[in-house]
Structures are given as structure tokens and as C-alpha cells.
């Protein structure tokens, strides 16, 4: 059972960065920008997005809650990704390069995804075991005549320890409560995605 110590999300933040990057240099990234003048931009950034954005917005929801520390290894392959789509220098500012191509930081990046499960849930494409998990406040009979419970408005669970708010029916509760009434009512996924 000693491979159970090593069982921890930050271990597994480690290993994604680690499919990314090897030896000091990232491997994808060193592929990708060795021929990335013959790409071109669009290209390249789609290429990034297939082999390193996937592997950073897998099962991503799942780290929710994480301290800034354990996700900065998963943030530093997001700006090497951005740095080698506009061939940036190492010193260079990423943050109006991320806005440039449209990609959330990774902390927003697992928001967004608990926010599309939870969207999911609604429009009833997801699957039951997630629609167990949720409890729309318009179902708990002392709420349902109250104004929040027309809005979309989900029930966020009472935990007493720390770990217990990184639980999905926790985390994706409170990521859809803090979004705007009119983006929760949308019942188009691919409008949810837009905006």
C-alpha cells in the first residue's frame, strides 16, 4: 500500500504538468515551436489546444478549491503554451496574451467547467448521478416561494472542515450562485459557452 501515499491531488497536478513537461523544458510546447513558424498562429494555437490545454481541462473539476500552490505548476504550463502560440520571449507579460486568445486562467478554467456541469444539469444533458448531487432551491418547500428560487439558484450544503467545501455538490453550488441570473437562465449550451 505504499502507493497510496502518493494519492493526492497535488501529486496529480504534478504528473499533468509532468506529460507536458520533461526535463526542464516543456516537451509538447519544444515540439510544437520547433515548427511553429511554419504553422502559423491559428494553427498552432489549435495544436496547443489538442495536446496540452486538453490534458490541463481533464476531470479538471476536481481540483476546485486548491490552494494557488498546488495549481502553479498547471498555471505554468498555461503561459508556456501561451508564450509558444504568439512566440513570446521567457521575460514577456502573458496575462494580455491569455486575453488575446481567449484562455481563462486555471482557476477560472475549473470554474467554468463546474459551471458547464452545473448548466448541463439544468438543460438535462448530464448525466443522474450529477443531478443527485445538486439541490435547486426551488425544491426545498420553505424556499420555493422565495425570489431565488425562480433563478436558478442551487442549495449549497453546510460542511464542517475545509475539505468538505471542495466537494462538488459544495463547489459547484457556490461557482453557479456567484454567476449573473440571465447567464444562469439560458437554456442553450452553446450560448452558455459563448458567453
Sequence with gaps: MIWASCLTLSCQC???SRVCHRRASFFHLRRIRSVRR???RD????????????RLDHCNAVLAGLPAMTLVSLQRVLHAAARTVLDLKLGDHVTPTLRELHWL???ERIQYKLCLLVHKMFVGHAPDYIASLLTP???IPSRSSLR???NCVLVVPRTSRKIGDRAFSVAAPRALN???TDL??????ASFIQE
Design 14 to 16: 504534478t504528473s499533468t
Design 38 to 40: 511554419q504553422l502559423g
Design 43 to 54: 494553427v498552432t494555437a489549435k495544436l496547443i489546444t489538442a495536446f496540452v490545454l486538453s
Design 105 to 107: 486562467p486555471i482557476t
Design 137 to 139: 432551491a426551488s425544491d
Design 148 to 150: 431565488s428560487s425562480c
Design 178 to 180: 456567484r454567476l449573473p
Design 184 to 189: 444562469k437562465l439560458l437554456r442553450s449550451t
